[in-house]
């Protein structure tokens, strides 16, 4: 179980990589658009899990194995914890305060929506 867990994080972790590759990085004083498509795509992710695991659709390991493997990999809270800072060290309060609340409001949404998407198909 530990190294599928830690196979799956590592393929979370180069998709992150990526996702934020492909995304432009904009000014260094904007939000970065790389960290908030991954969290909240992540986080949709783990609520569709959720779901699924619910609903008897999905196995208690593969739950363990996509969410904390996977999506333990993929999401990144550090990264925006320390993309706050820097905003704030950049003199960018608002933005900053705006990046941490919108971050913690969105995401959990989205794993909310995940979990409403996932019982919804799952019946």
């Not at 960290?35 to 196995?59: I, Q």
């Not at 990264?79 to 971050?103: E, F, K």
């Amino acid at each position: 179980m530990i190294v599928l867990v830690a196979l799956a994080g590592g393929l979370g972790a180069a998709l992150r990589y990526t996702v934020d590759a492909l995304l432009p990085a904009g000014d260094v004083d904007a939000v970065p658009r790389g960290t908030v498509v991954v969290n909240v795509s992540g986080s949709f992710l783990a609520g569709l899990l959720g779901a699924a695991l619910g609903a008897g659709a999905l196995a208690p390991a593969a739950y363990v194995v996509g969410v904390a493997g996977f999506c333990g990999g993929y999401t990144t809270f550090s990264t925006a914890s320390l993309d706050a800072v820097r905003l704030l060290q950049r003199g960018r309060v608002g933005a900053a305060a705006g990046y941490a609340c919108g971050t913690l409001l969105t995401t959990t949404a989205a794993a909310a929506a995940g979990a409403l998407v996932g019982a919804w198909v799952l019946g």
